[in-house]
């Protein structure tokens, strides 16, 4: 039962994500996702904060597009299943969903 649940679980999500994915808008850098991590993250999260970083880990930051692609299974992670980051929350429900559709569908995170 297990092994047949497995075996059907790749395809099938796979399958969920593009169908998901087919009716979205066009999510990109440009018009979200660099807005999104300026507003968001980029205070604590980014190399040009050489004062202070508020604690964000050294080599976390989100400047760029290639940036939160190498790490956008942490940000999924962190700010729409966990809901911790950033600190102290506060990210639009409308800015969740696109962040979403941003990270499936444009960066193609599974
Ligand atoms: C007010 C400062 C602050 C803001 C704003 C902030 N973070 Fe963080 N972030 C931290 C601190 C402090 C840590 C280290 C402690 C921890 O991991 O909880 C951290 C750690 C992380 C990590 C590394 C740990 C891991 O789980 O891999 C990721 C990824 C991350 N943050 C993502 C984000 C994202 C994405 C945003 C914007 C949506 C964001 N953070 C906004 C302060 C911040």
Redo the contacts with the bound molecule.
Sequence with gaps: MILFLLACATPAAEDTSEAWCADKPAVEWDNFGHG??TT??T???SVNNTES?????EG?D?DSEADVAT?AD??R???LDAG?????GG?YEDDLYFLDIYLTCTLGLP
């Design positions: 999104f991590m968001y993250c205070s604590c999260h970083r508020y604690g964000a880990p976390v989100f790490q942490r940000v992670a962190r700010t911790d980051m950033p600190l102290g990210v």
